[in-house]
């Protein structure tokens, strides 16, 4: 499989590149030259299969001419291995004919694991069979620094700096990053703001002279590999409920547009999925882009969603190319207005198909706390803030009682206790068994000044299994 850029300039990658690559050097994402297409048949005879194997069936076009069959699978086994939950993404019926599809039960409760549990696996495999070690380095504000980290805790060929905020980010977030130890394992809280530790991120990969030639690893969610990963659990959660001989919808809370642009792609490769719900809170550009073609940038909304608080949908760019009949001039034009002005629309007709792709929906904090309780009374049920967004969201935007309706259950309610608290049923989630010690495990973190050359400094000092690089 070759993928190629979304501004159409960069030189075609196999998956093995694409995934050390990051974004392209015209500035685009990589996206696959041509996505693969499963009939109704193929995908009936997966029905069944146990999560890793389907995993294999989806993915293996995506890999195929870098990774081998027996390594593939090896890798997956490996990966959903890992789950504290048998069918790795169980179903939770809370109404009639409404789903939670559970992401949660992952080494840390949300579904970042899906995606960063293979990531880790795959870059390993691809740099050992290089004879190559790479440094990532990451930003986060809670859930990606913990689950990059819990995923690449085994890599013997990466080293992992995570920067967050220094007393900005929840106890439960920071425990589950600086609790995991090993010489790979470089957690930095900044003395300074999550912003602050982006920053130094994208300074860091613009240039790289600190890291004496070794190379700089990107695992945000434009990193192709994440979203190829998310893409299974669709077809997952389709076989379970009937499909593909009978369609289901899928409601999803979004932030960067990763997670609902999977479902996209698994409508797209065969999938009967009769409706996509983007589901945001009140940080909601997709929402107004869906509902008025008004792409414009506003201002950080702190909400108690935080894992969805965003500016701009970095995946997004993805579902331009797309409804640009792939035409990577054209993307790169609006890329750079929206860069100049902080706005951008489309014309009608690409926006009217937009509207035939995706509902929408943008849920404040008094409707998700409402969404908490209304479901905690009708079924006993403790929703996360984010799939209480979904959940909002589907029953507004439901075209048909029909239709099993899917809400992707982003996290596990324990790691947003703010929201839990403020929804007035007074049930506090407790951990689940494998995080009951997180409170008494012992914790390694390096607090750092806001800035550029110590931190630099820092990653060249301990970049090759805590030695320098
Ligand atoms: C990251 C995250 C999201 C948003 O996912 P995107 O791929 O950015 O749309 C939603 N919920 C939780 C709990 C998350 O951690």
Redesign the pocket.
Known sequence: MRYISTRGQAPALNFEDVLLAGLASDGGLYVPENLPRFTVEEIASWAGLPYHELAFRVMRPFVTGSISDADFKRILEETYGVFAHNAVAPLRQLNGNEWVLELFHGPTL???DFALQLLGRLLDHVLSKRGERVVIMGATSG??GSAAIEGCKACEHVDIFIMHPHNRVSEVQRRQMTTILGDNIHNIAIEGNFDDCQEMVKASFADQGFLKGTRLVAVN?INWARIMAQIVYYFHAALQLGGPARSVAFSV????????FAGYLARNMGLPISQLIVATNRNDILHRFMSGNRYDKDTLHPTL?P??DIMVSSNFERLLFDLHGRNGAEVARLMDGFKASGKLAVEDDRWTEARRLFDSLAVDDAQTCATIAEVHAECGELL?P?TAIGVRAARECRRSLATPMVVLG??HPVKFPEAVEKAGIGAAPALPPHLADLFERAERCTVLANDLKTVQGFVAQHGNRGKPL
């Open positions: 949300a579904f970042k859930d990606t969610s809370p979004t932030g960067n547009f990763g997670d609902i969603s894992s969805m996360d984010h982003t996290a």
